[in-house]
């Protein structure tokens, strides 16, 4: 069971867009920031938050389009500005960041450009491969044709039927992942993968100037990538999770705390 009964949420002004978070406590434990993936939201971070509330205090972000958050245009500066506004704005000071997939980009993407805001990362499988994304304009068309038809039929179904078809599509994730799981697919706007551009890899992992810890399993990253990454910036290291894919997670959620919680302490 989740212990969420004192956790507070609020808003931050980033260049006129709302940001909306969850926080779970008011200072006093060294801060860590994090950021969902596409079409989840903050409080899909919920049971790692109640893992590490004794040690953090924890800020889950409903990214811009997302969740709680205003709908604006989002590509990774945009996102990565709304995560330092985010940290400034709650006087955390220097905060260390995680972020999954999509977020695992923008916790990127905020380390590589406001380097005396962040102090760690955790990057859950990021959406980063060895060769470039080449797809050709009919592709990208379809692409979001397709993601603006999903989120429409999201918006026909109950909570209750979204829930049910992530307990039959994912098995091994635990309950409690599940409500704001579907809460987020209500929540998303069809305009939240429009103007996301994230960019190339080798243009954010080589800026990091803080120890970067690259988790993953056997989603998009691979061990080739791993170790590309590695050898591109010293700072980075890797640690791959058996029998998970994307969202390691919720798959292997014993491990991935343990090795996250291990690296954000040392």
């Known amino acids: 069971m989740l212990d969420m009964h004192e956790w507070t949420e609020g808003d931050v002004d980033?260049?006129?867009?709302?940001?909306h978070f969850y926080r779970t406590g008011q200072g006093g434990k060294p801060p860590l920031l994090l950021a969902h993936g596409l079409t989840d939201n903050g409080l899909c971070w919920a049971r790692v938050a109640n893992a590490l509330q004794s040690?953090?205090?924890?800020?889950?972000?409903?990214a811009r389009n997302h969740g709680k958050s205003d709908r604006a245009p989002a590509g990774l500066k945009e996102l990565a500005s709304d995560m330092a506004a985010v940290i400034a704005q709650l006087g955390l000071g220097t905060a260390a960041v995680m972020g999954?997939?999509?977020g695992a980009s923008i916790a990127a993407g905020l380390a590589a450009?406001?380097?005396?805001?962040?102090?760690?990362?955790?990057?859950?499988?990021?959406?980063?491969?060895?060769?470039?994304?080449?797809l050709s304009a009919e592709q990208d068309k379809q692409q979001l044709e397709g993601f603006h038809s999903h989120v429409r039929s999201l918006s026909?179904?109950?909570?209750?039927?979204?829930i049910e078809n992530g307990r039959q599509r994912y098995p091994t994730w635990?309950?409690?992942?599940?409500?704001?799981?579907a809460a987020s697919k209500q929540q998303v706007a069809e305009s939240a993968m429009s103007a996301l551009q994230l960019g190339e890899w080798t243009d954010t992992a080589p800026l990091i100037q803080c120890p970067t810890l690259?988790?993953?399993?056997?989603?998009?990253?691979?061990?080739?990538?791993?170790?590309?990454?590695?050898?591109?910036?010293e700072r980075?290291?890797?640690?791959?999770?058996?029998?998970a894919g994307h969202n390691v997670r919720r798959e292997q959620f014993e491990k991935f705390v343990k090795i996250a919680q291990r690296f954000l302490e040392a």
């Open 113 to 134: 450009h406001y380097p005396a805001q962040v102090s760690r990362v955790v990057l859950e499988d990021p959406p980063w491969k060895l060769e470039p994304r080449n």
């Open 55 to 62: 040690s953090f205090d924890v800020v889950m972000v409903d």
């Open 214 to 233: 690259l988790i993953y399993a056997s989603g998009i990253v691979n061990g080739d990538f791993a170790r590309a990454v590695e050898a591109t910036n």
């Open 100 to 102: 999954h997939s999509v």
């Open 156 to 162: 026909t179904l109950k909570r209750e039927e979204i």
């Open 14 to 19: 980033s260049n006129g867009v709302n940001i």
């Open 174 to 181: 635990h309950d409690d992942d599940l409500p704001a799981w």
């Open 236 to 243: 980075f290291s890797s640690h791959q999770i058996a029998d």
